[in-house]
Structure formats: C-alpha cells, structure tokens
C-alpha cells in the first residue's frame, strides 16, 4: 500500500513539474534594451485563443509562436513599428490591446469623448431650466399668499 503511494506521488510530482517546465521560456538577449522592448511587445499584444490574455502570459501554442516570432524579429534588427505590423498583418488587428486610430476605429476612439460632450451639454441644459422655473414671474394669487404670509409674520 505504501509503495502504491509513493508510485502515485511520483507520478504526480513528474507530472506537474513537467507542466511547469513546459511554461517556461528562456530567451537570451545580449541587450537589456532588447530584453525590455521583447517584454514590452509581447505584453501589448492579446493572445487570439484567450481572448483577453496577453501572449507573454499565454500557455497557448499559437502564443508561444508569437512570442517567438517577437523575439526573431527583434534579433534580426526590426523597429517596433515594423515587428507590430508584421504581427498585425499576421494574426490581425485584434491582437492589439490598443487598436490603431482608422476610419473603421473612429467610432471606437471618439464614442467616449463624445459621450462626455453630450452628458456636458444635458446637464447644462438641465442648469439651465432650472434657473428659467425658479426665475418665471408669479402669479397674481401666488403674490398674494406670500404676502400675506410675510405680514403675519411680521406682525407677530
């Protein structure tokens, strides 16, 4: 019984050392600059199997394909820009977290500030007819209950 245990127990220790070993992805840079920019651009761009999961904290196989996709471009002296564009005309615009500023994202990056810019102009207008109701003249009969109020209150 205590040997079926240990059996078990090693079995299961391979197993999650195997998967653990199995994340793990060393890339050697001779720049810390390279290193940075790697870190940096695997962070920006969205893993397309996990919906909202970056590539560089990705397990999925197509994100360790981008990752190293990044890493060959940057060894072979690419710019950002150009590793970016390469990765996009690959894979897609949706692996950007970040969508780029075209005619098919203006709706996208302007909704925001154009709803800020009608919320601005429905509370001015709400200010605005507030002070026109509390400002409208009164009523003859209205006039009259005022006065009367304000002269018992001055004659007691």
């Known amino acids: 019984m205590a040997l079926i245990r240990l059996i078990l127990a090693l079995t299961l220790l391979a197993m999650a050392s195997g998967a653990v070993a199995a994340g793990i992805e060393l890339r050697e840079f001779d720049d810390p600059v390279k ?3 790697y870190h940096d651009l695997t962070a920006s ?35 950002d820009t150009e590793i970016i564009n390469h990765m ?12 780029r500023l075209e005619s098919r994202t203006y709706l996208l990056w302007g ?25 409208k003249a009164l009523s003859a009969e209205e006039r009259q209950r005022i006065d009367a109020l304000i002269n018992r209150k001055g004659s007691s």
């Open 35 to 37: 290193e940075k920019r």
């Open 45 to 79: 761009m969205r893993c397309p199997l996990c919906e909202n999961q970056a590539i560089n904290d990705s397990d999925a196989p197509i994100s360790a394909d981008m990752r190293e996709r990044v890493y060959r471009l940057l060894e072979d002296g690419r710019s």
């Open 88 to 99: 996009v005309q690959r894979f897609g615009e949706y692996i950007l977290y970040n969508p």
């Open 111 to 135: 909704l925001p500030f154009a709803l800020v810019l009608l919320g601005a102009v429905i509370v001015v207008l709400m200010v605005r007819a507030r002070r026109h109701a509390s400002a």
